[in-house]
């Protein structure tokens, strides 16, 4: 087991936080490269070596990212051994919410009948759940509330222009959940860190539907309410600022990325994972990869491959995990975990 530092010790009235539970759901429709070849100009070779891609999972029409969170939830609460009756708050994090109000956690809250808890959503696109994990383990630590649950939740394929190649191949649907407690004589989270630069927010966007463009005839016509980004700046931006925010996490912490036995990270392209395991000096057995079976499933990915972790015995109790994420806004974070 590795010897850390855990910055949180220092601050005796505030308790440890644990990841007790964790739970995925991915939804049954699997669309594959050879199918979207069929769809856009595109390629399985160029997919799978610009991205590691395989295929990806398509919530049906009645399925909104709400049923894709409970699915999740349902699982990270029974693997937690916490009913929905138990939990003081939900978050959720999202940037295809299934309108823009109320909350997807407040749909949630009700479709799981967790009576007690109060809801909330938070955006940090693809950096969502560390986001969210951060928030609530403040929550937790001083002792405000003992359960929460954390969800990551998407359709990004109702966000994307399925006619756009350079786009449309890359994102999937899916949720993961974690419930956060305070498990005593457990360290648990160590620390997370964030970071964002709004200055660069046209990197990555969706720009109509809000209160700057509002919906219009003309703003369907112009395909404002899709998806849009720049792929080549956007994955520079993402290998610098992963390898700044899980330095910083290691820093932290005392501890060296050897003593790290899984390395999650943010799952949009293999080749951002391999440059960053590469800046990191990490061995390619630490990392955790899923995205050639689901693709960039934004908030929900990391919750996945974290799930997967788990009940394919990747993590046992006592090992050192990091999280490591990017997204739209541009946001950033990492969280180094004793699990
Ligand atoms: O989750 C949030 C963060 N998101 C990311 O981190 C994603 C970051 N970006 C990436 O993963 C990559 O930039 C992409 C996978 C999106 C693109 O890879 P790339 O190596 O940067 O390719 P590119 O954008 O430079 O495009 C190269 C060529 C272009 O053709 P020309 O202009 O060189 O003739 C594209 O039009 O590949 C073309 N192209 C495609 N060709 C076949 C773009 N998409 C496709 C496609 N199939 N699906």
Redesign the pocket.
């Known amino acids: 087991m590795a010897n850390f530092r855990n910055p949180r010790a220092n601050r005796p009235h505030l308790r440890t936080v644990s990841i007790t539970g964790v739970g995925s759901y991915l939804p049954a429709r699997v669309l594959a490269n050879a199918e979207l070849e069929k769809m ?4 399985d070779d ?2 799978t070596t ?2 590691g891609i395989k295929e990806r999972r398509l919530a049906a029409a009645d399925e909104a990212t709400s049923d894709l969170a409970v699915a999740a939830a349902r699982r990270a609460l029974t693997n937690a051994g916490v009913t929905a009756e138990q939990l003081d708050l939900i978050i959720v994090a999202t940037i295809t919410p299934d309108m823009l109000f109320p909350s997807t956690a407040c749909l949630v809250q009700h479709k799981l009948g967790a009576t007690r808890a109060a809801a909330f959503d938070i955006e940090a ?2 950096s969502g759940f560390v986001y969210a994990l951060d928030i609530a383990s403040h929550f937790v630590a001083s002792h405000t509330y003992n359960t929460v649950l954390v969800i990551g939740a998407e359709k990004m394929s109702s966000v994307i222009d399925w006619t756009d ?2 786009t449309c ?2 994102f999937g649907d899916g949720a993961g959940a974690a419930v956060l407690q305070n498990r005593p004589n457990a360290h648990g989270l160590l620390t997370t860190c964030l970071g964002s630069d709004g200055g660069k927010a046209g990197l ?1 966007e969706l720009p109509g539907g809000g209160s700057a463009c509002p919906a219009t005839i003309d703003s369907v016509t112009q395909k404002l309410h899709f998806l849009r ?1 720049d ?2 700046e ?2 520079k931006n ?1 290998v610098n600022a992963m390898v700044a925010a899980a330095n910083e996490a290691l820093n932290r912490c005392g501890v060296t990325v050897a003593d790290v036995k899984c390395i999650i990270p ?1 799952q ?2 293999q ?2 994972m391999s440059a960053v395991a590469e800046r990191l000096a990490a061995r390619e057995d630490q990392i955790f990869c899923n995205v050639d079976r689901y693709g ?1 499933t ?1 908030a929900a990915s990391v919750a996945i491959a974290l799930d997967e972790a788990v009940a394919g015995g990747r993590i046992i109790r006592g090992d050192l995990v990091l999280l490591v994420v ?3 806004g541009l946001t950033w974070g990492a969280a180094l975990i004793e699990w």
């Not at 856009?40 to 390629?43: F, L």
Request: charged content about 15%; aromatic content about 10%; overall charge positive.
């Open positions: 856009v100009e595109t390629t160029w997919i610009r991205t696109a693809c190649r350079n191949v890359l990555l980004m792929g080549k956007t994955f993402a943010h949009a392209n080749r951002i960039n934004s990017f997204g739209a």
